[in-house]
């Protein structure tokens, strides 16, 4: 069975400031991570994935992730955060064998103020 | 369609009702996954498709929850005598093959189900 922690339950930042939200997981098994992004009162919107090979995963809207086998961490980063980035982001991690269900983290909210 | 969709977006019902919650996944999408997001919670699964059968239930948190896809399209989430703590944002996914295929999954807006 997987688990998946998000050290931060909210984060907030200034615009235009860099930012680092925080993930690890757990896994006896070979895994694919993903990072969402939920706005309010909207469903949940891929980011970015790790399936295999590079370890820095570049997403849409200007944010990435490294991928580090031996922390087992997902890091979500971006350089310069804007308003509209403010939003529930969630870090995901599934098997890479049968069912692929995904097994969420908490959430982190990540606030951004001008 | 374009994208996942589910009906109806938001139901109130009251406690002990039955409750069906409806989701139209990505024509041609074989896989269909349904969640549940409790208020600050991220997403739990609840079960998963492949086609016509579900594949794996091991989410469904008992046995007034059950889910149907008939036809290998649309799925429906059957609640039977609904009680305050399902109260949730129920959603559903679906993807072409699986989690791993670079298409990965695509979710719908979700159903905010409250019980009274």
């Known amino acids: 069975a997987q688990s998946v922690t998000q050290l931060d339950s909210q984060v907030p930042v200034f615009e235009e400031a860099p930012v680092e939200l925080r993930c690890n997981y757990s896994s006896s098994v070979s895994v694919y991570l993903f990072w969402y992004v939920q706005y309010p009162n909207q469903g949940l919107q891929l980011l970015l994935k790790?399936?295999?090979?590079?370890?820095l995963v570049k997403g849409i809207n200007g944010f990435e992730a490294e991928f580090n086998k031996s922390q087992t961490s997902f890091h979500l980063r971006k350089p310069s955060v804007h308003i509209s980035d403010t939003a529930e982001y969630f870090c995901?991690?599934?098997?890479?064998?049968?069912?692929?269900?995904?097994?969420f983290g908490q959430g982190t909210r990540l606030t951004i103020n001008p | 369609g374009a994208g996942v969709s589910q009906t109806p977006s938001n139901k109130v019902t009251e406690k002990g009702k039955y409750v069906e919650l409806r989701c139209d996944p990505i024509?041609?999408?074989?896989?269909l996954y349904w969640y549940r997001q409790s208020l600050g919670q991220g997403p739990e699964f609840l079960i998963y498709f492949q086609g016509t059968g579900a594949a794996d239930d091991s989410g469904l948190p008992n046995d007034r929850f059950f889910a149907v896809r008939p036809e290998g399209s649309v799925s429906t989430l059957k609640i039977q005598r609904t009680e305050r703590g399902d109260s949730a944002v129920y959603l559903c996914?679906?993807?072409?093959?699986?989690?791993?295929?670079?298409?990965?999954?695509?979710f719908g807006s979700g159903t905010r189900l409250t019980v009274v």
């Open positions: 996914a679906s993807s072409l093959i699986a989690l791993g295929s670079p298409s990965g999954y695509t």
């Open positions: 024509s041609g999408h074989t896989a």
């Open positions: 790790y399936l295999s090979g590079s370890t």
């Open positions: 995901a991690v599934s098997d890479q064998e049968g069912a692929q269900k995904l097994v």
